[in-house]
């Protein structure tokens, strides 16, 4: 497998925290907008954020992608 590169290349360790997600089967539209909602968060409350997304106690909100959306019943 081939190495990839960050486009975010002046890191400090003791402050910053990057990652990357390849080849999932997730949306770039909603790839986006987790990770718009975690941006500038600590870890441990970036960490907390998300466990209550998936235990659905809290919603992602879209900023940019939500015109024209139709009704869901159940999303996921």
Do not use: C, W
């Not at 718009?36 to 997304?53: F, M, N, P, T």
């Amino acid at each position: 497998m081939g190495r990839f590169n960050y486009a975010f290349q002046n890191f400090d360790p003791t402050k910053h925290v990057r990652s990357s997600l390849r080849e999932k089967d997730i949306s770039h539209k909603h790839a986006r907008e987790v990770a718009v909602a975690i941006k500038g968060l600590s870890i441990e409350k970036a960490r907390d954020y998300l466990q209550a997304v998936i235990t659905k106690q809290r919603a992602i909100a879209f900023r940019r992608f939500n015109n024209q959306v139709g009704h869901r019943s159940d999303p996921e």
